[in-house]
Antibody, heavy 119, light 111 residues
């Protein structure tokens, strides 16, 4: 069974940094695009980054220059380095697998890790 | 403000059919397929529908999706109490070098 487990969330001060990790199991990690999606308190889902199997990153303008997504295929791991954090980055961050073979969608989600940016 | 527009809430009684709409533009729904996600608070979101109208294995056929022009919809027939959840539409947007966009979510209540 495919599974994603996030870690690394926590409380960080404004302007600080945090690195999220995600370990995948139950599928061929190195063959799939992977993403991070967040949900701010009381808000909807928001895509914050994606990375191809070869490591090519992709970001929305809202986080470009502050967030860096990366992966280590040998360890079935996905990362999100978040810098210059502000209160607006407070959210649950989900590690997400993109499907393949015609399933152009986020087909597996982790349980999420909570990031709180506060003084 | 979300790029895709959904009604914030919807409701129905058990057995009824509920339809949730999702409105986009020519850079997202107009040219790309739509996916739907079901999210129960405190749990991981789940893929409910992909490529406009394809159900992943395990999703009951009470759920159906459609797309026309720059809008899409999710229909839930034979409404059940366990369907009470938040529903999100999503699509790839070709603008700004491309990015995934979501709707603001629709909270479905089963009365």
């Amino acid at each position: 069974e495919a599974q994603l487990v996030e870690s690394g969330g926590g409380l960080v001060q404004p302007g600080g940094s945090l690195r999220l990790s995600c370990v995948a199991s139950g599928f061929n990690f190195r063959r799939h695009d992977m993403h991070w999606v967040r949900q701010r308190p009381g808000k909807g889902l928001e895509w914050v980054s994606g990375v191809s199997p070869g490591g090519d990153p992709h970001y929305p303008d809202a986080v470009k220059g502050r967030f860096t997504i990366s992966r280590q295929n040998a360890k079935n791991s996905l990362f999100l380095q978040m810098n210059s954090l502000s209160a607006g980055d407070t959210a649950v961050y989900y590690c997400v697998k993109e499907g393949s073979y015609g399933v152009w969608a986020f087909d597996i989600w982790g349980q999420g890790t909570v990031v709180t940016v506060s003084p | 403000q979300s790029v895709l527009t959904q009604p914030p809430s919807a409701s129905g009684t058990p057995g009824q059919t509920v339809i949730i709409s999702c409105s986009g533009s020519s850079s997202n729904i107009g040219v790309n397929t739509v996916n739907w996600y079901q999210h129960l608070p405190g749990t991981a979101p789940q893929l409910l529908m992909y490529s406009n109208n394809q159900r992943p294995s395990g999703v009951p056929d009470r759920f159906s999706g459609s797309k026309s022009g720059t809008s899409a919809s999710l229909a839930i027939s034979g409404l059940q109490s366990e369907d009470e959840a938040d529903y999100y539409c999503a699509a790839w947007d070709d603008s700004l070098n491309g990015h995934w966009v979501f709707g603001g979510g629709t909270k479905l209540s089963v009365l």
